[in-house]
């Protein structure tokens, strides 16, 4: 249950291939469209309703050389879960190293992201 006035909504994505995001992270996520998708975004939501929105939107700028954000995912099957990605077309950008619990990755358009070793976690913890 939400606590308080203000809760996070949405994790909004700028991209350049729009198309190739939606496929990306519908499958990487197995979320769904909120509504179709118009000609430059979407919103695709957690068909359990349990996380966050994740809106895409096209941009004309290319990706970053700095990050100032990054995504973080839970996984109770970390190295499954890398390949799977990587699978769905994210690349390897760090491994994990020792002493680490993720790994770095980036989406089709270069956004980085990681995925988290959370083996272990209480069943049913999504978020601590």
Not at 71 to 84: A, F, M, W
Request: hydrophobic residues 35%; glycine residues 10%; aromatic residues 8%.
């Amino acid at each position: 249950m939400r606590q308080g006035k203000l809760w996070l909504g949405a994790i909004v994505i700028d991209c350049t291939d729009l198309p190739g995001m939606i496929s990306f992270w519908t499958e990487a996520l197995h979320y769904i469209p909120r509504e179709p998708p118009g000609p430059d975004g979407v919103v695709l939501k957690d068909p359990e309703g349990r996380g966050p929105n994740l809106s895409l939107y096209r941009t004309r700028e290319g990706p970053l050389r700095d990050y100032r954000l990054h995504l973080d995912l839970y996984s109770s099957h970390p190295e499954e879960e890398t390949q799977r990605l990587i699978q769905l077309g994210a690349k390897l950008e760090r491994p994990m190293a020792p002493g680490q619990d993720f790994v770095t990755l980036a989406d089709p358009d270069g956004n980085l992201f990681d995925v988290i070793d959370k083996r272990g976690w209480p069943s049913g913890q999504r978020f601590s």
